[in-house]
Structure formats: structure tokens, C-alpha cells
T-cell receptor, first 115, second 113 residues
Framework: AQSVTQPDIHITVSEGASLELRCNYS??????LFWYVQSPGQGLQLLLK??????LVQGIKGFEAEFKRSQSSFNLRKPSVHWSDAAEYFC?????????????FGKGTHLIIQP | DTGVSQDPRHKITKRGQNVTFRCDPI?????LYWYRQTLGQGPEFLTY????????KSRLLSDRFSAERPKGSFSTLEIQRTEQGDSAMYLC???????????FGPGTRLTVT
């Protein structure tokens, strides 16, 4: 079965600084990878996805992520964070074969933005 | 595109009572998923539908849980004889039949007292 690890439970970044959130997955084949963001009391918003092709994917709100097969990683980055980026971030993996199974999520990284 | 909607947003119930939640997916999305999210955790998959057919159920979905999608549009998730351990956020998501992005609703927060 697939699994997702987000090693950092909390990350604190100063506004305007760069950000990298780590995600490692375990799956026997090439998975479909996603990053979602969740604000307090809200559902999840899709930031970006990787299915195939270019390993550097661009998402909404200025986020990008890079798929590294050799490291089984899909880290999320943003060059300059804004206070509104404070939220919970979830990495998720979907298996190949039509998306039939549900997504497997990591436990999330709580992002705190310092003024 | 009005997004995925869920009703109610909050539900407080006493242990032993039955509760039912509703999810309206994005129109034309054939796949509908239910997840459960507890505090400090990521969502956990419960079940999913392709049109009206329920095609997969997680082992997390005990016999007290039942989900339906009778006409392939909205779905309901019922929990019978609720327990305190059922307290969680219940999230619904939908996707197109041959796509993989899942779009989530705002969730229903269940509190069992």
C-alpha cells in the first residue's frame, strides 16, 4: 500500500522568505502526486498536481513542486511567502490505474508566517 | 461551477443517535469520494462512487456507516448508533470519470457528545 510522509509538523517562515515543504512517498510505481492547502475550518484546495511529464510543476498562488523519482519526493516551494499562506498543507498520492482508489494523505505541515 | 457543497456544516449529536450528511458534487463529475479527517491528521479515504455504484470501501467504514448515491448525483453518508470516536470532519470530493484531480467540499464537522 502507498504511504506519504511529511516530516515537518510545523514550519515557521518570515513573510517574504522562501518556503520548502517536504513530502516523501512510498509506492511501487509512478504515483500521481498532489499538494492541497487547508485553511482553518475549511475543505481542501488543490494547489498543484503531477501526473507525468515535466517534473517541475506550477500551481496556483505562486507555488511549485518538483517530482524527484530517485528520492521519492515531491517537495513544495514558494519563493516568497505572504501572510495569507498560513495554513495546513497536505501532500497526497494517488495510485495509477484510473484513480479508482482514494487518495492517501500525509499528516500535514502547519505553516506559520512571522511578520 | 459552484463547487462541491456539503450539508450540514456542523452537527452535534448524542452518542447512540443516527446522523446523515449530504454531499452535492460538481455537476458532470461522475466520481464522488468520502473521507474522514480527525484533528491533526490528514484525510482518510472511506468510500467512493462511480455514478451510482459504490465501488470501494475502506476498512475504516464499519457496518454502522452506509453511503448512497441513488441517482448518480448527490450522495448521503449515514452513521448509525454514533460513538464518540466518530467525531471528525467528514469531507466529500468529486472528480471527472477519467481525471484524477479531486475537488473537495467544505466538510461536515461532527461532534458526538
Amino acid at each position: 500500500a502507498q504511504s506519504v510522509t511529511q516530516p515537518d509538523i510545523h514550519i515557521t517562515v518570515s513573510e517574504g522568505a522562501s518556503l520548502e515543504l517536504r513530502c516523501n512517498y512510498s509506492y511501487g510505481a509512478t504515483p500521481y502526486l498532489f499538494w492541497y492547502v487547508q485553511s482553518p475550518g475549511q475543505g481542501l484546495q488543490l494547489l498543484l498536481k503531477y501526473f507525468s511529464g515535466d517534473t517541475l510543476v506550477q500551481g496556483i498562488k505562486g507555488f511549485e513542486a518538483e517530482f524527484k523519482r530517485s528520492q521519492s519526493s515531491f517537495n513544495l516551494r514558494k519563493p516568497s511567502v505572504h501572510w495569507s499562506d498560513a495554513a495546513e498543507y497536505f501532500c497526497a498520492v494517488g495510485i495509477t490505474g484510473g484513480g479508482a482508489d482514494g487518495l492517501t494523505f500525509g499528516k500535514g505541515t502547519h505553516l506559520i508566517i512571522q511578520p | 461551477d459552484t463547487g462541491v457543497s456539503q450539508d450540514p456544516r456542523h452537527k452535534i449529536t448524542k452518542r447512540g443517535q443516527n446522523v446523515t450528511f449530504r454531499c452535492d458534487p460538481i455537476s458532470e463529475h461522475n466520481r464522488l469520494y468520502w473521507y474522514r479527517q480527525t484533528l491533526g491528521q490528514g484525510p482518510e479515504f472511506l468510500t467512493y462512487f462511480q455514478n451510482e455504484a459504490q465501488l470501494e470501501k475502506s476498512r475504516l467504514l464499519s457496518d454502522r456507516f452506509s453511503a448512497e448515491r441513488p441517482k448518480g448525483s448527490f450522495s448521503t453518508l449515514e452513521i448509525q448508533r454514533t460513538e464518540q470516536g466518530d467525531s471528525a470532519m467528514y469531507l466529500c470530493a468529486s472528480s471527472i470519470a477519467d481525471g484524477y484531480e479531486q475537488y473537495f467540499g467544505p466538510g461536515t464537522r461532527l461532534t458526538v457528545t
